[in-house]
């Protein structure tokens, strides 16, 4: 649920106990996460990338654990969970260790466009959210590809504007959608051109807009318990934002996709 390119100060306002009931409300989860993930979507996830105890799955750009440690924890597979924040990181140790899942997971400290990891190092990759919140998309994905064994599968979602826009349009999505939505042509050809042939592409706009809208029907019910919390300014802000977020997704401007693609 982020959208500028602070992500260790999103971090630390996610991890409030008053954000994380606002998750739970929008997204049925409460991990501190910062993409628009649901707790239903997880377990398309989990089918999707068929885990199991075996499996090495890695999830890049994790924040704080959402939905990795949810993945592993659903599966039994083991997780390598990789961000840059250090606050996220931290949190989501502190998630394994409560939900005892501290065996069964790894946390590493690194860029998505340059992965600590050995060549053909895992069976699984997913990436929530985090396309749209980096320059880097395709060498992000070089990258999944190079550490992901033969045949691997990946799952991820993004959000992104919709083809055909006018100019005045896509700039109208580039000012309010997440930092980096803007894509250089088509996510189907940077997977293609990385490696990766495409399984599935499925349109979860409708789900995206159901969480912000009900991410703003929550500011507005706890709107005297947040306005403490954040100030009433900011609050107004946040819900603004969103609430245009909604305006874009209900003119056909902003879509959010979930991709299933395989290593070739
Ligand atoms: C929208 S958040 C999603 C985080 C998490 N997956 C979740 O669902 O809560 C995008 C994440 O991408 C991460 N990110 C941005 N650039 C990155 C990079 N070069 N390498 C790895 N992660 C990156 C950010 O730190 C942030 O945690």
Redesign the pocket.
């Known amino acids: 649920?982020?959208n500028c390119c602070d992500?260790?100060g999103?971090?630390d306002f996610?991890c409030l106990p008053e954000i994380k009931k606002l998750e739970q409300l929008a997204l049925g989860c409460d991990?501190?996460?910062?993409?628009?993930?649901t707790r239903q979507q997880v377990d398309i996830i989990v089918e999707s990338l068929q885990l199991d105890p075996d499996t090495q799955l890695l999830?890049?750009?994790?924040?704080?654990?959402?939905?990795?440690l949810l993945l592993g924890k659903l599966s039994d597979c083991n997780v390598t969970l990789?961000?840059?924040?250090r606050n996220?990181l931290l949190q989501a140790k502190e998630r394994a260790a409560d939900d005892d899942m501290t065996e069964q997971v790894g946390i590493v400290s690194?860029?998505?466009?340059?992965l600590p990891f050995r060549d053909r190092s895992f069976d699984r990759v997913s990436?929530?959210?985090?396309l749209?919140?980096?320059p880097?998309k395709l060498e992000?994905l070089h990258e999944a590809r190079r550490v992901a064994r033969d045949g691997a599968g990946m799952h991820f979602s993004v959000i992104l504007p919709t083809t055909g826009l006018s100019a005045e349009e896509h700039d109208e999505v580039l000012e309010t959608g997440?930092p980096f939505v803007g894509v250089d042509g088509d996510y189907r050809d940077l997977l293609h051109g990385s490696g990766w042939r495409v399984v599935e592409c499925q349109d979860v706009t409708g789900e995206y807009e159901d969480s912000l809208q009900r991410l703003v029907d929550g500011f507005i019910a706890n709107k005297d318990e947040l306005g403490q919390v954040l100030g009433r300014d900011d609050l107004a802000s946040k819900r603004k934002h969103r609430e245009d977020q909604i305006a874009l997704i209900k003119r056909g401007l902003l879509r959010r996709e979930a991709y299933v693609a395989t290593a070739i």
């Open positions: 649920m982020t992500f260790a999103n971090y996610s991990y501190g996460g910062t993409s628009w993930t999830d890049i750009g994790s924040g704080s654990g959402w939905p990795g990789l961000d840059i924040p996220a690194g860029s998505g466009t340059s990436h929530s959210d985090v749209c919140c980096l880097e992000l997440p």
